[in-house]
């Protein structure tokens, strides 16, 4: 490995906890990722001659936390700086790596700033993204089907927005620590979901995403071990995750999770899935958060051997629940798939019919996907095709549009 290869790898791993650092004493993320590109630069200019430190992660924290204390220490207003941080800088040593608490500490600071409310869901995923997940402007352009200039400009009034507001850098407690976690705990699961079905573009998944929301949701767990939804929340990502090498065809065609062959599912996150399943259970009391009850969910398909042998009762029982703890028009469409599947397809077409009338799933493609397919189930053919097309035109997806479209054929097939 070149040294210019080392400098990004470990950039790429290291970077949250670098810009944490640093947050820590210029209380500006914008800053923070400033000096952290510094350290990489001094990074590529140094270690292709002197060689790759035995730690490279600790170096990179180290210069970046030198780089920090000199621009206080330059600043004209140091005094006023100086009560801000609220220690003397003149006193600070220079910077060794902080023990392994301490980063955490930083990272589950900044992980709380990033997704606060005063931003919009599309900046706190951007935001997180790039300080937290470690992509670059251009990787979450792609990812998102956006401009780069676009998602630039988002994430730099992402950061202007939270230095105007005054965010503090740290983490909340009482009634805003749990708004703000919230908040921390959906743009992960909005940016796995992304990654699991795509929402535009010519890919049914984007692994890539998956892997970073499933990083971030293990951080959290070991940094807040005693919050159930964060296990919840893994536990759920974990189990989805371990269909990703069964949920596409060769050509990247989507699979779906009847045709999967499960003998691909990953067994090892699946373990890592109940085992977290376990922890969520143990610390929420017996009184499951909607996380944990859709990791449930999860495990219940996970359990099946067959596709045939899904306990679909227990699945209907499970989502009943998340919809009287968190109700929405699309948890009601899910319960109606697994009623039809436990009862019979009249029982979940007459679900989905008293759906159709709902303004949020009016634009919603998988509403007349599942009517098609119950439909189907019921030998009506021609108006499965109408809903499979109706389907495909609101999709932006392209193999999923591809998908619905051979679905159609197939019921006007004799």
Same mark, same amino acid.
């Given at each position: 490995m070149t040294a210019a290869s080392a400098v990004e790898a470990v950039f790429r791993i290291e970077s949250a906890r670098i810009i944490a650092g640093v947050t820590r004493i210029v209380r500006d993320v914008g800053i923070a990722e400033e000096i952290a590109q510094d350290a990489l630069v001094a990074a590529l200019e140094q270690w292709p001659e002197s060689g790759v430190p035995d730690k490279p992660g600790a170096w990179l924290m180290a210069t970046a936390k030198h780089r920090a204390i000199d621009l206080v220490r330059r600043k004209e207003t140091y005094a006023r700086k100086l009560a801000e941080v609220g220690r003397d800088l003149e006193d600070v040593p220079p910077p060794e790596p902080s023990v392994p608490d301490d980063i955490d500490d930083d990272l589950l600071r900044l992980i709380f700033t990033a997704c606060h409310p005063v931003l919009s869901t599309d900046a706190r995923i951007a935001l997180t993204l790039k300080l937290l997940g470690g992509l670059t402007t251009e990787e979450i352009a792609r990812a998102f089907l956006a401009t780069e200039p676009t998602v630039a400009q988002r994430i730099v009034?992402?950061?202007?927005? #939270?230095?105007?507001?005054?965010?503090?850098?740290?983490?909340?407690?009482?009634p805003e620590r749990a708004e703000r976690l919230s908040s921390v705990l959906e743009v992960i699961y909005l940016v796995f979901n992304e990654g699991y079905s795509a929402t535009t573009g010519d890919d049914w998944q984007r692994p890539a995403l998956c892997e970073d929301a499933l990083r971030l949701g293990r951080v959290l767990a070991g940094l807040m071990p005693r919050e159930p939804e964060v296990h919840g929340l893994v536990s759920l990502l974990e189990i989805q995750a371990s269909r990703t090498?069964?949920?596409?065809?060769?050509?990247?065609?989507?699979v779906l999770l009847a045709d999967q062959n499960r003998s691909r599912w990953n067994q090892l996150l699946i373990r890592r899935g109940f085992a977290a399943l376990g922890r969520a259970n143990a610390v929420s009391g017996g009184a499951p958060g909607p996380y944990a009850l859709q990791a449930a969910i999860a495990a219940c398909h996970a359990q099946a051997v067959r596709y045939e042998e899904t306990d679909w009762s227990t699945i209907a029982v499970l989502y009943g629940q998340l919809a009287a703890l968190a109700p929405s028009p699309v948890v009601e469409l899910n319960r109606a798939v697994a009623v039809s599947m436990a009862e019979g397809p009249e029982a979940g077409l007459a679900m989905v019919d008293e759906l159709a009338a709902e303004p949020a799933l009016k634009e919603y493609h998988l509403l007349p996907s599942v009517r098609?397919? #119950? #439909?189907?189930?019921?030998?009506?053919?021609?108006?499965?095709?109408?809903?499979?097309?109706?389907a495909a035109s609101l999709t932006r997806n392209e193999r999923e549009r591809e998908l619905l479209r051979a679905r159609a054929e197939e019921c006007g097939r004799p």
């Amino acid at each position: 490995m070149t040294a210019a290869s080392a400098v990004e790898a470990v950039f790429r791993i290291e970077s949250a906890r670098i810009i944490a650092g640093v947050t820590r004493i210029v209380r500006d993320v914008g800053i923070a990722e400033e000096i952290a590109q510094d350290a990489l630069v001094a990074a590529l200019e140094q270690w292709p001659e002197s060689g790759v430190p035995d730690k490279p992660g600790a170096w990179l924290m180290a210069t970046a936390k030198h780089r920090a204390i000199d621009l206080v220490r330059r600043k004209e207003t140091y005094a006023r700086k100086l009560a801000e941080v609220g220690r003397d800088l003149e006193d600070v040593p220079p910077p060794e790596p902080s023990v392994p608490d301490d980063i955490d500490d930083d990272l589950l600071r900044l992980i709380f700033t990033a997704c606060h409310p005063v931003l919009s869901t599309d900046a706190r995923i951007a935001l997180t993204l790039k300080l937290l997940g470690g992509l670059t402007t251009e990787e979450i352009a792609r990812a998102f089907l956006a401009t780069e200039p676009t998602v630039a400009q988002r994430i730099v009034r992402a950061k202007r927005a #939270l230095a105007k507001a005054g965010v503090p850098f740290e983490v909340p407690y009482g009634p805003e620590r749990a708004e703000r976690l919230s908040s921390v705990l959906e743009v992960i699961y909005l940016v796995f979901n992304e990654g699991y079905s795509a929402t535009t573009g010519d890919d049914w998944q984007r692994p890539a995403l998956c892997e970073d929301a499933l990083r971030l949701g293990r951080v959290l767990a070991g940094l807040m071990p005693r919050e159930p939804e964060v296990h919840g929340l893994v536990s759920l990502l974990e189990i989805q995750a371990s269909r990703t090498a069964a949920r596409t065809g060769p050509d990247g065609e989507p699979v779906l999770l009847a045709d999967q062959n499960r003998s691909r599912w990953n067994q090892l996150l699946i373990r890592r899935g109940f085992a977290a399943l376990g922890r969520a259970n143990a610390v929420s009391g017996g009184a499951p958060g909607p996380y944990a009850l859709q990791a449930a969910i999860a495990a219940c398909h996970a359990q099946a051997v067959r596709y045939e042998e899904t306990d679909w009762s227990t699945i209907a029982v499970l989502y009943g629940q998340l919809a009287a703890l968190a109700p929405s028009p699309v948890v009601e469409l899910n319960r109606a798939v697994a009623v039809s599947m436990a009862e019979g397809p009249e029982a979940g077409l007459a679900m989905v019919d008293e759906l159709a009338a709902e303004p949020a799933l009016k634009e919603y493609h998988l509403l007349p996907s599942v009517r098609g397919d #119950l #439909l189907a189930r019921l030998g009506r053919p021609a108006e499965a095709r109408a809903e499979f097309e109706r389907a495909a035109s609101l999709t932006r997806n392209e193999r999923e549009r591809e998908l619905l479209r051979a679905r159609a054929e197939e019921c006007g097939r004799p």
